[in-house]
């Protein structure tokens, strides 16, 4: 067995590793950039290094400075968790001559199998089928438009290189196809440092079907059954689950079959993901089916298989990269019950699903029978710009999918995550979709609808009783030390007669919306009601909801129905904004990336153009022109990281100065 193993990674997936690692009497070494420096994960390491800046490409994807790591602290091995590193083949043949055992499949079976190109040609020659597309080494826009045409819309752009979801496009027209490509290939370069794609064919209302594969040195190759990953948005997977739910006998045959026939062909080592599409939304045995891509590492969903089997797949990994054989035969590996995974991040739905980054002031997720949390972050940890921002993935497991998804529901509703906006309100909705529950699903289920499971508008009984406890805070504040209030700071609307009744502006995530508080004799706070605005739907007649309050300095935080609204008195100060610049500016949205810039000082710009392009989180964010005009000034650079709210492009009426 392996001594001491280097985690060249981060968050939940190194915390995960550290803890069967322990388990199995194996010491472990953290690496941690400035922004990781008080992580989980370097917490909970038996030693830490400390690799560099944020920014991931000068820390987490510096080669050398991992290896060096390891040797400084007599790691024998080396596990790249996923993402990052993990599926870097040249990274793995640094290892390897480094003399560390990299936890993971061989070089060559990695980049023959990784790359979605040679991986579909494998496919093909072993009978597999593919979907129709191009793969081809010519990469000229030209040529792979020409491509494009041939196969018709709508179609797919996809790195060669990645998985994901990032350099993934959907193209419905050939005029959308330049653009697509363009920003596809630059999110693929960001991303794995390689802007070659590839083209196929959309499939009609697919279902996203994957399976678990593992190999060892002896030659051995079983599957651990299969995953679906339907449930996604923008090809980022939302919600996993195992078995996947309406599989035929015969159809899971075929598939497992197919995966085990592939990852034979190469020599296939290790942990492995053989990814399918399933055409038409069923699993019948009949249905068409598509090999589309393997993902040569530990799958972030890995938790749902490791429920319905009783396996520990690090475990797994652990045992094979140290030369032994795989645990158990294929005849031994049995599934139990079904199990579900949802990803809890720090986003804002209502608004796009920005990320949301910031400090985690309260963080509590009630593990249970049947409930797993795989979390990389305590209460008080910032989330930052710089990675995924992932919160926790809740995992349930129970007899059946149902059972499942009910227990999710519980389980979001009873957690507590205040501080930076999460998706708790869109996971909770969606698995309560009687779509979902019907399993009528397929991978655009969620785009279809995606207005109304982003809607979410907070309560005005959260928002009321937010302020209540905002005004009893500033009660408590005017008090003495001695305990004896002040008459002169008091702020309970005294006054000699009439009802003692007044309106109040509070700042509700970021915007002034005023509420009317009226106190009665004997009465130790106010009655607030929220006065309600133009846009305002119709308050219900009966509103029963549970609201939960976090208190984190003058800031208070409500939460009702999963929507959290942050709550402040006003604040005033002597900065000026030149007039009308609030229109006219395209400010950076959120921490991140200047990647692109679509326009110079002194061109015309129609509202709807593009004008920036912003990563963050590893998430291309486009900003658009609001209005007509002129581009008076450029304030960044490309490649420049920029602050929320930043100042970008300046923008005026055509002639304007």
């Known amino acids: 067995m392996l001594k001491r193993v280097l985690i060249a990674n981060r968050g939940e997936i190194a915390c995960r590793i550290i803890r069967t690692a322990r388990r199995l009497g194996i010491e472990t070494v953290a690496v941690y950039s400035d922004a990781d420096a008080r992580a989980l994960h370097v917490a909970m390491a038996d030693r830490a290094v400390h690799i560099g800046p944020a920014p991931a490409t000068e820390s987490y994807l510096v080669a050398e400075r991992l290896i060096e790591a390891a040797r400084e602290t007599g790691a024998d091995s080396v596990h790249p968790g996923y993402g990052f590193l993990s599926e870097n083949a040249s990274f793995a043949e640094a290892c390897a001559a480094a003399g560390l055992v990299f936890i993971g499949p061989p070089p060559e079976a990695m980049r023959r199998l990784g790359g979605k190109a040679e991986a579909k040609a494998i496919a093909a020659a072993a009978g597999v089928p ?24 709508p179609l797919m752009i996809k790195a060669v290189a990645g998985g994901g979801g990032r350099g993934l496009r959907h193209v ?87 995966a085990c026939a592939l990852a034979r062909s190469v020599g296939y080592v290790g942990a492995g993901t053989v990814e399918f599409l399933v055409g038409g939304g ?44 795989l645990p158990l035969t294929q005849s031994a590996i049995a599934m139990a019950g079904h199990a579900v995974e949802v990803r809890l991040y720090a986003e804002d739905p209502a608004a796009g699903f920005l990320p949301s980054t910031g400090r985690l002031v309260a963080f509590e997720i009630e593990s249970a029978d049947g409930v797993r949390v795989d979390s990389g972050v305590t209460e008080g940890d910032e989330i930052s710009p710089f990675y995924d921002p992932m919160i926790a993935k809740i995992i349930t497991h129970a007899g059946d999918r149902d ?34 529950r019907a399993v009528t699903i397929d991978t655009g289920l969620i785009g279809r609808a995606l207005d109304r499971l982003s809607a979410q508008r907070p309560s005005p009984l959260a928002l009321e009783e937010g302020v209540g406890k905002l005004i009893q805070a500033k009660l408590s504040r005017a008090s003495h030390d001695d305990g004896c209030a002040s008459p002169w700071a008091a702020t309970d609307g005294f006054q000699l007669g009439g009802v003692r009744r007044f309106r109040v502006p509070v700042i509700v995530d970021g915007t002034a919306r005023t509420f009317e508080l009226e106190w009665l004799d004997g009465m130790s706070g106010p009655l607030v009601m929220l006065v309600a605005g133009p846009d305002d739907p119709p308050r219900p ?3 029963q909801v549970l609201v939960k309050h976090v208190r984190a300095g003058d800031r208070h935080y409500v939460i009702a129905d999963l929507v959290q609204s942050e709550l402040h008195w006003p604040e005033h100060d002597a900065t000026t904004v030149e007039d009308g610049e609030a229109a006219r500016s ?17 061109q015309q710009v129609a509202k ?50």
């Open 541 to 543: 007649d009966c509103e």
């Open 130 to 153: 593919v979907v129709p597309g191009y793969a081809g080494d010519d990469q000229d826009p030209a040529a792979l438009a020409s491509a494009a045409a041939g196969i018709g819309f």
């Open 282 to 325: 069923t699993l019948a045995a009949e249905a068409p089916w598509y090999f589309i891509e393997m993902n040569t590492r530990l799958q972030v969903e890995h938790p749902v298989t490791e429920m319905i089997t009783g396996l520990d797949l690090v475990e797994w990994q652990l045992r094979v990269a140290a030369g032994e054989p």
């Open 172 to 258: 419905q027209t050939a005029d959308e196809f330049a653009a697509a490509l363009d920003s596809a290939v630059r999110e693929a370069t960001a991303a794995f440092g390689d802007g070659r794609v590839l083209l196929e064919k959309l499939v009609p209302a697919p279902r996203h079907v994957e399976v678990q594969v593992f190999g060892d040195t002896h030659g051995s190759v079983v599957h651990l059954f299969e995953r679906d990953c339907s449930l996604q948005r923008r090809h980022q997977k939302v919600v996993e689950e195992a078995p996947a739910p309406g599989m035929s006998p015969a159809l899971r045959e075929q598939l497992t079959t197919a």
């Open 608 to 657: 709807g153009d593009r004008i920036a392009v912003v990563e963050a989180m590893k998430m291309e964010h486009v900003l658009h022109a609001l209005k007509d005009g002129v581009v008076l000034r450029v304030e960044a650079q490309e490649g420049q990281q920029v602050a929320a709210g930043e100042l970008l492009v300046a923008l005026g009426e055509e002639g304007g100065a």
């Open 586 to 602: 395209v400010r950076a949205p959120m921490h991140g990336r200047l990647v692109k810039l679509h326009v110079g000082a002194g």
């Open 403 to 436: 059972a499942c998804l009910d227990q999710i529901v519980t389980t979001l509703v009873r957690a507590t995550v205040a501080g930076v906006r999460t998706n708790a309100a869109f996971l909770r909705s969606l698995v309560d979709m009687p779509d979902v």
